[in-house]
Nanobody, 128 residues
Framework: QVQLVESGGGLVQTGGPLRLSCAAS????????MGWFGQAPGKEREGVSC?????????YYADSVKGRFTISRDNAKRTVYLQMNSLKPEDTAVYYC????????????????????WGQGTQVTVSS
């Protein structure tokens, strides 16, 4: 079992930054690839960004966030971060953190979104 707790969501103005954190407990943190997924009102949950296990040397970003969001992981703190810059109203969503140990490619894991463990989500609202 892996427990995930997201934090850092809130209300921010268009163009502003926000940093989400996801703290993990349970099994060996470094064994898991991790991802951030967003669910906007009335829409399906979508992959935003994912990072590989161990040193996190591979990352994936949805086209809509490339150049604005940065994912990173701190294995000593068992935490993954999502730095969100230049936020837009369309970024408004509940953001979920998730982890998976076994998958084909990082892109497929992020795009399909079938991960084993999920957090409870944190709300991000971008005002125009």
């Amino acid at each position: 079992q892996v427990q995930l707790v997201e934090s850092g969501g809130g209300l921010v103005q268009t163009g502003g930054p926000l940093r989400l954190s996801c703290a993990a407990s349970g099994r060996t943190f470094t064994n898991y690839a991790m991802g951030w997924f967003g669910q906007a009102p009335g829409k399906e949950r979508e992959g935003v960004s994912c990072i590989s296990s161990d040193d996190g040397d591979s990352t994936y970003y949805a086209d809509s966030v490339k150049g604005r969001f940065t994912i990173s992981r701190d294995n000593a703190k068992r935490t993954v971060y999502l730095q969100m810059n230049s936020l837009k109203p369309e970024d408004t969503a509940v953001y979920y953190c998730a982890v998976e140990r076994v998958f084909t490619t990082l892109q497929e894991m992020c795009e399909i979104g079938r991960l084993s463990y999920w957090g409870q989500g944190t709300q991000v609202t971008v005002s125009s």
